[in-house]
């Protein structure tokens, strides 16, 4: 009996495995969510078995799915390679979804994507500005930037580079407190700080340098205030609430002014690294890959220049 099997109906297959959701799948494919249903049961009946389990929240593979799932990411990926051969001087076109962290998409990647949108008239960018860690498979993601570590196993990291960090204060809080030459000063002079954390979870404020040996050190200290937010933390810098450990990014306009103040420059944390990640497949399409390869280049550019007003 001939299955008929297309390369659509692989495709949807795939989103709905990939995303363990028929709607997220269909809102990622831009078709109804009852046309997504219809081709996966159209893809069953043709092969004899069923490829999901579903429930009311959610969905998983069959074992039948399982190597069903293993077996079309192959084919897909020749076919996308194979499509790539004639597509070098298309333009792009279709979705992308990416996730950024706020201080990079509003100071560095907002500013020059009119430059990228204009070379592809036909690309739309779904542009997620958040502090917090994504699930970049769970909510359909293309590629996400991370600040940080990344350990999931089944992602697949570029590094990019790394954020210079420093250590920061507002006027009127040094004023209030004095200003430390040495990690010592903290404790001596009552210093506190302003805590970041993107999860409530992480209680224990401290403060972190790197010494000129490359040995790392962490000093408890108190903290009358915690934040979840970027824009948040400076915020409260600025209002003398206490010190903060901050990217140089996002800060310059507020050192130029002396809104804040560098500290204790000669102990401050390590470098946080700079990665675009993306979930692990044979072939990623072409307009994912150069939207990669244009924001590489552009964090490159502004990391290579990421220096501080002198203090």
């Known amino acids: 009996m001939e299955t008929n099997l297309d390369l659509t109906a692989l495709r949807v297959f795939l989103q709905v495995a990939e995303l363990a959701h028929f709607s997220r799948a ?12 219809q081709i996966v049961r159209e893809l069953e009946a043709r092969l004899g078995t069923r490829l999901f389990q579903r429930t009311t929240r959610r969905v998983s593979l069959t074992s039948d799915g399982e190597l069903l799932a293993e077996r079309a990411r192959a084919l897909l990926a020749d076919a996308g390679e194979i499509e790539a051969l004639f597509q070098q001087d298309q333009q792009l076109a ?3 979804r990416v996730d950024l962290p706020v201080r990079l998409a509003l100071d560095v990647v907002l500013p020059a994507l009119p430059g990228f949108l204009a070379t592809h008239p036909a690309l739309q960018v779904e542009l997620s500005c958040t502090d917090r860690r994504v699930d970049l498979v769970e909510e359909g993601f293309d590629c996400v930037l991370r600040v940080g570590a990344v350990h999931d196993p089944m992602l ?6 790394a954020l210079r960090m420093l250590n920061l204060a507002s006027p009127a809080y040094l004023a209030a407190h004095g200003t430390p030459r040495h ?11 302003v805590h970041y954390s993107q999860t409530w979870a992480d209680r224990r404020p401290r403060f972190d340098w790197v010494d000129a040996e490359g040995r790392a050190h962490s000093l408890a200290l108190p903290a009358r205030i915690s934040v979840n937010h970027t824009d948040a933390y400076e915020t409260a810098a600025l209002a003398g609430m206490g010190l903060i450990q901050a990217p140089c990014v996002g800060m310059r306009a507020a050192l130029a002014q002396g809104r804040l103040v560098r500290v204790l420059p000669g102990f401050e944390p390590a470098p946080l690294p700079v990665r675009l990640v993306m979930s692990q497949r044979r072939h990623t399409p072409r307009r994912v890959r150069l939207f990669m390869d244009w924001l590489t280049a552009l964090l490159l550019t502004h990391l290579a220049d990421d220096n501080p007003v002198p203090s």
């Not at 697949?156 to 580079?161: C, F, Q, S, Y």
């Open 26 to 37: 269909a809102d990622e494919l831009g078709l109804p969510k009852g046309r997504v249903s």
């Open 156 to 161: 697949v990291a570029r590094p990019v580079g």
């Open 183 to 193: 990690p010592d000063d903290l404790l001596t002079q009552g210093h506190m700080l």
């Open 94 to 96: 279709g979705r992308l």
